[in-house]
């Protein structure tokens, strides 16, 4: 039994680690005028302790460390992947171009202070990645030493700058906020107004006024104007029925459209006239149509084009949209469906019995994890990760590593895997379950491993990391709040997002919605947040080769 608390045995490994986790996570949950740490406690706690003598290990505590890295950012690739490409689109090249620049700031930094003051290269990587709250960018970095005592030197000096590097961005959105006198009220209506435009699904009802398409079928109307709407239904004489492509449109039809915002205006001029209606207007007349959601739940739908299933053609039944994520799109014949999206659908109770059982609509499975391509995706991953990669200028190869090769094939495997038919749903409680384990496993681990090292360090010098790093984070992240505002004239929620994502801080992401509301500032930090995390991973990197 003794053994089991003062030994360095698996079981008192995996005890340790147990133990520090629950602490530290507990303690995250306390939080001082609003802001906390969160798991970052789980760090200083494994420090604390292996200071005192506790310790793993060696082979355990390399190995948890590696695999709970890898989970980590396998499980934010497989996330963010299905949007990540689409980020770009409608201001996501702005803001990357922008975090991109904040992180070669931190370099820039980073290398400045090493060149004044003489500091070694390798602990200032350590300090950078702790100054900008990057915790996969201190794994890479400390895979690229392999060196045991700098690895350990490494995570003392991330651990002496991360909490100023939290409290310092909060500081400098405070502060931004009042140097541009932000009305908050004022920025999210402005917000509101540009959503009004998105390309998310709208409804809207049109009345047949236009002569010229008196006695036309749908499908010369509509040729051309490619696949951006759907003709929901289409109410005449108080009936109500669903159109194909050869129905006949009359004077004074009324026709229930899905579109996106764009398309408005082409529909007003086509149909004649915008009217207002309610969806419970239909509803009344509509007794024998009814409105289902029904989930895909059949693996084989994963990669199919919606056009492919021929509903309306076969059973009479309307897709009108598809709920991806909680966003709701236009149901184009091309959209490619993907495991876990919902359809909404239109016809008889009959059909769409038919319709459900040819998606599956059978929720409860999708709680069910499909784990063959995660391990699959891990272990591709893994191997390109393990590709050298020759940089001009660079003294030896570069390798994305652990990090790096994980996130990069994940974000792959998000994106495309419904195009090859792969399914690579899990619900969000899943992926959030499986990213706080790693990250969990992780800090836990590289507590342990630094706490040996940790005081004597600070007391030989490593309180200048703290003002080193409190410099690598104010410098670029106040320089990049300016530019944003100054100069490319973002909104403060965007800034918010840009600049939490590009620190990726969920920290200072938790205080800015908790403070000024909404989850416009999500969104944006989910534009910049992969492309991000691979800078940071890759510069970490780049920086220790550089110190060989």
Not at 258 to 273: E, W
């Amino acid at each position: 039994m003794t053994e089991l608390f003062t030994g360095t045995g698996l079981a008192h490994s995996i005890m340790l680690f147990a133990f520090v986790i629950a602490t530290g996570l507990w303690l995250g949950r306390f939080k001082v005028k609003g802001v906390s740490i969160g798991s970052t406690w789980i760090l200083f706690v494994g420090i604390l302790l292996s200071h005192f003598g506790l310790r793993a290990d060696p082979g355990a505590l390399a190995f948890v460390k590696d695999f709970g890295l890898i989970l980590f950012v396998f499980s934010i690739g497989l996330q963010v992947g299905p949007g990540f490409f689409q980020s770009f689109k409608k201001g996501g090249v702005k803001l990357n171009l922008l975090a991109v620049t904040l992180v070669l700031l931190a370099v820039a930094v980073t290398l400045a202070i090493h060149g004044i003051v003489g500091e070694d290269l390798k602990v200032m990587t350590g300090v950078m990645s702790g100054a900008v709250t990057n915790t996969p960018g201190l794994g890479a970095a400390q895979q690229a030493i392999a060196n045991p005592e700098a690895s350990s030197q490494l995570a003392s000096a991330y651990a002496v700058a991360y909490p100023l590097g939290v409290l310092g961005v909060i500081a400098l959105i405070i502060a931004s906020k009042a140097l541009f006198k932000i009305d908050i009220d004022k920025e999210k209506a402005q917000l509101d107004a540009d959503d009004d435009t998105a390309e998310g699904a709208r409804r809207m009802h049109c009345e047949v006024v236009n002569p010229a398409i008196f006695g036309k079928s749908l499908r010369d109307v509509t040729c051309g104007m490619g696949d951006n709407f759907i003709i929901s239904r289409v109410m005449r004489d108080g009936e109500i029925s669903i159109p194909g492509p050869d129905y006949i449109l009359q004077e004074g039809d009324k026709v229930l459209i899905v579109t996106s915002q764009s398309m408005v205006d082409s529909l007003r001029i086509i149909f004649g006239k915008e009217v207002e209606m309610h969806q419970s207007d239909w509803l009344k007349i509509d007794e024998h149509l009814v409105t289902r959601r029904l989930s895909i739940t059949k693996s084989a739908m994963t990669g199919k084009k919606l056009k492919e299933l021929n509903i309306r053609k076969i059973y009479g039944v309307t897709v009108t949209r598809v709920v991806r994520a909680g966003v709701e799109l236009v149901a184009r014949p091309n959209l490619i469906l993907e495991m876990g999206d919902t359809i909404l659908v239109v016809g008889t109770e009959s059909a769409i019995g038919d319709v459900a059982k040819l998606v599956g609509n059978k929720p409860e499975s999708l709680s069910k994890p499909n784990l063959v391509p995660i391990f699959f995706g891990i272990a591709v991953g893994i191997i390109f990760g393990s590709i050298p990669i020759a940089l001009p200028g660079m003294p030896s190869a570069v390798k994305l590593g652990l990090a790096g090769g994980p996130l990069i094939i994940a974000i792959l495997l998000g994106h495309y895997g419904p195009k090859l038919k792969i399914t690579t749903y899990t619900t969000l409680s899943a992926n959030m379950m499986i990213r706080e384990i790693g990250i969990s496993l992780f800090m836990a681990a590289v507590g342990l491993g630094a706490g040996e090292s940790f005081i004597s360090s600070i007391l030989n010098g490593g309180y200048w990391w703290i003002l080193y790093g409190f410099l690598i984070t104010v410098i670029p992240v106040g320089t990049i709040i300016l530019l944003s505002r100054l100069v490319f004239k973002l909104n403060f929620y965007q800034i918010c997002g840009l600049v939490s994502g590009g620190t990726t801080d969920p920290a200072v992401l938790a205080f800015s919605q908790e403070m000024y509301g909404t989850d416009y500032t999500s969104v944006n930090y989910a534009t910049v947040y992969p492309l991000t995390m691979f800078m940071r991973v890759l510069a970490a990197q780049v920086l220790v080769l550089l110190a060989l």
